[in-house]
């Protein structure tokens, strides 16, 4: 894959997917006279950064999963160069759900090509302190603890990938912990008619959240149908408490993404435990932590996250 506008860079991340896998990656970019950057460093967001101090407009190839790519925009948004740089996603970790989209012919709908770079958003958060950027889907509750218990079997050699996720969910269906939440959502639109809709303050114990720029999570669920990483906005989910035996009957058509349909309007069986928004910015209040990405981090003392859409953040190339 290459720029014709820039050098064209790879960083691996070694620790992404299998050890075999990285390994096969990393000879065959080798053996094709492409050039890799950043092997001597920790973090995917080092390798970045230090990339685009030398080269602002260089075209990145990132080898990795979600988690990956979460450590590469957070490294292209450090360095300021998110306006001239451009990055592609080679999936090869145990979660590749942003590239499972981006790279599909469903996402030449928002325009995301091979040809040219075409620029998305990206969702900032920040929490205790801290500021993070997302690119594909923020998850808290019930899928926050999902990938907390797949984390525990990353050393498994048998159950991972999809496998884990769904193992994850089972342990998780099995103790069903509920959260209370705070929610205020500004900046809201219908999601048929994208007419300005009212803010919307929610206060109740939820299953989970989900908070997109793109549509999928947990190796294929579509949790997110609606989503677009193109609009400027981001789409919500909430699903309130729930008993298992009703999750467990909904679980198919939230996989699936066909509990909504494109217009945000919910199947019948879905209308009272499910809601569906889509806004510019969230506060979110009360969880211990969050997820982005895949990765798992503290609300701190304060509980307390602020979430906003930052648009046409970075430049994207399909491969």
Known sequence: MDSSESKTFHVFNPCAGKVKSYQKALRSVMDSGAEIFGLEYQSTKDAVCALLAEHPDAHIVVHGGDGTVFDAVNGIMESGAGRTCSFSVIPTGSGNDFSAYMNSGAAAEEGISVDAPVEIDLIRTVTDGKTRYFANMMNVGFDCSVVWETYSMKDNKVIRGKLAYISGVGKVLKKKETMSAKIRLEGCVDIGTGEPAGDV??????????????????????????????????????????????FASLIV???????????????????????????????????????LDGEIFSTGDERRVVIDVVPRAVRYIAI
């Open 201 to 246: 303050e929610l206060d109740k114990d939820i299953l989970l959240t989900a908070i997109g720029n793109s549509k999928y999570c947990g190796g294929g669920f579509k949790a997110l149908p609606n989503a677009k990483v193109t609009d400027g906005l981001m789409d919500v989910l909430v699903i309130d408490d729930v008993t298992v035996p009703k």
């Open 253 to 291: 058509d939230y996989r699936a993404g066909t509990y909504v349909s494109p217009e945000g309007v919910l199947k019948k069986r879905f209308r009272e435990p499910f809601s569906c928004f889509r806004c510019e910015r969230m506060i979110l209040e009360k969880p211990e932590r969050i997820c």
